[in-house]
C-alpha cells in the first residue's frame, strides 16, 4: 500500500507566543512541489491571528472528500461509456457537537454539477449510480466518521 505525506511549516517569527497572539498562518508542503498557504479557520480563531485567504483545515477536508468522489465520479464514467466536460462541486462541510460538546465536521455535502456529452447520454438513475460508486469506492469517505452526502445535478449536451 501506498503512504501519503505532507510537510506541514510554522515559524514563531518574533511573536511572543506565550501570549497566545501569534500568527496561525503557516505551509503546505507536497511531495509533488506544491506549496498551499494555510491558516487556522477564522471561525475558530479571530483575525489578524487567522488568515481568511489561506486554506484551512476544515476547508481542506471538505476539499478534500470532494476531490476524491470527483477522481472516482470520473473514472466510473467514462469505464461506463459516458463523457464528461466539467464536473464542478460546490462542497460544504457542518460543524456540529457531538455528544461529548466537542466540536466536528458532522456531515459534508456534495454538491457536484457535471456537464455531460457525446454519443451516450446517462439519465437520472445511472447518474445516481455512479455517485454512489463513487462514495462507495472514495478512500476518504471510507476513512471519516461524518456523513457524506451527494446532491448533485447534472446536464448532457447532444455533440460530438
Same mark, same amino acid.
Given at each position: 500500500?501506498?503512504?501519503?505525506?505532507?510537510?506541514?511549516?510554522?515559524?514563531?517569527?518574533?511573536?511572543?507566543?506565550?501570549?497566545?497572539?501569534? #500568527?496561525?498562518? =503557516?505551509?503546505?508542503?507536497?511531495?509533488?512541489?506544491?506549496?498551499?498557504?494555510?491558516?487556522?479557520? %477564522?471561525?475558530?480563531?479571530? &483575525? %489578524?491571528?487567522?488568515?481568511?485567504?489561506?486554506?484551512? %483545515? &476544515? &476547508?481542506?477536508?471538505?476539499?478534500? @472528500? #470532494?476531490?476524491? =468522489?470527483? @477522481?472516482?465520479?470520473?473514472?466510473?464514467?467514462?469505464?461506463?461509456?459516458?463523457?464528461?466536460?466539467?464536473?464542478?462541486?460546490?462542497?460544504?462541510? &457542518?460543524?456540529?457537537?457531538?455528544?461529548?460538546?466537542?466540536?466536528?465536521?458532522?456531515?459534508?455535502?456534495?454538491? %457536484?454539477?457535471?456537464?455531460?456529452?457525446?454519443?451516450?447520454?446517462?439519465?437520472?438513475?445511472?447518474?445516481?449510480?455512479? =455517485?454512489?460508486?463513487? =462514495?462507495?469506492?472514495?478512500?476518504?469517505?471510507?476513512?471519516?466518521?461524518?456523513?457524506?452526502?451527494?446532491?448533485? #445535478?447534472?446536464?448532457?449536451?447532444?455533440?460530438?
Amino acid at each position: 500500500m501506498a503512504n501519503h505525506g505532507a510537510t506541514i511549516e510554522w515559524q514563531r517569527g518574533d511573536q511572543d507566543f506565550l501570549d497566545r497572539r501569534y #500568527s496561525r498562518a =503557516h505551509l503546505w508542503r507536497f511531495d509533488g512541489g506544491a506549496a498551499v498557504a494555510a491558516s487556522s479557520s %477564522p471561525h475558530v480563531v479571530r &483575525e %489578524p491571528f487567522s488568515n481568511p485567504a489561506n486554506v484551512d %483545515p &476544515e &476547508e481542506a477536508y471538505v476539499a478534500a @472528500l #470532494s476531490s476524491c =468522489h470527483m @477522481l472516482w465520479f470520473l473514472d466510473l464514467a467514462a469505464r461506463a461509456g459516458f463523457r464528461i466536460d466539467g464536473y464542478r462541486d460546490a462542497a460544504e462541510g &457542518e460543524m456540529a457537537r457531538n455528544a461529548d460538546g466537542k466540536e466536528w465536521i458532522a456531515r459534508v455535502v456534495l454538491r %457536484p454539477h457535471i456537464r455531460f456529452s457525446g454519443v451516450l447520454a446517462p439519465d437520472d438513475a445511472m447518474v445516481d449510480g455512479l =455517485h454512489h460508486a463513487a =462514495h462507495e469506492n472514495c478512500f476518504l469517505a471510507n476513512s471519516v466518521r461524518s456523513a457524506v452526502e451527494t446532491r448533485g #445535478s447534472w446536464e448532457y449536451r447532444l455533440g460530438d
